[in-house]
């Protein structure tokens, strides 16, 4: 069982920065892959970035490849999400998840947090 909080959110300027942390409850984070999604309103939730628990691969949705990084502390059971150059259309809330298969997909995923909400406005 892994247990995620997600925090950082807020509301941002167009064009700002803010960084999102998710922690993990659990011995065996570093055996999962994590990820990150979004869900703005009135919309699916969507893939947004995800890394594998070796650290080795990231991957991210073209609309936000550039602008975020994805990175993970696997000693503080933690996992990073920097954005920058932050645009009104980035406004959803971002839910953390871990996955031990191999796809990155809001069905793959095992565990999800609660979420956190970003607003960036114009």
């Known amino acids: 069982q892994v247990q995620l909080v997600e925090s950082g959110g807020g509301l941002v300027q167009a064009g700002g920065s803010l960084r999102l942390s998710c922690a993990a409850s659990?011995?065996?984070?570093?055996?999962?892959?994590m990820g990150w999604f979004r869900q703005a309103p009135g919309k699916e939730r969507v893939f947004v970035a995800a890394?594998?628990?070796?650290?080795?691969?990231?991957y991210y949705a073209d609309s936000v490849e550039g602008r975020f990084t994805i990175s993970r502390d696997n000693a503080k059971n933690t996992v990073y999400l920097q954005m920058n150059s932050l645009k009104p259309e980035d406004t959803a809330v971002y839910y953390c998840?871990?996955?031990?298969?191999?796809?990155?997909?809001?069905?793959?995923?095992?565990?999800w947090g609660k979420g956190t909400l970003v607003t960036v406005s114009s």
């Open positions: 659990g011995r065996t984070f570093s055996s999962y892959a």
């Open positions: 890394i594998s628990w070796s650290l080795i691969s990231t």
């Open positions: 998840a871990a996955t031990r298969g191999p796809y990155y997909t809001v069905d793959g995923m095992d565990y």
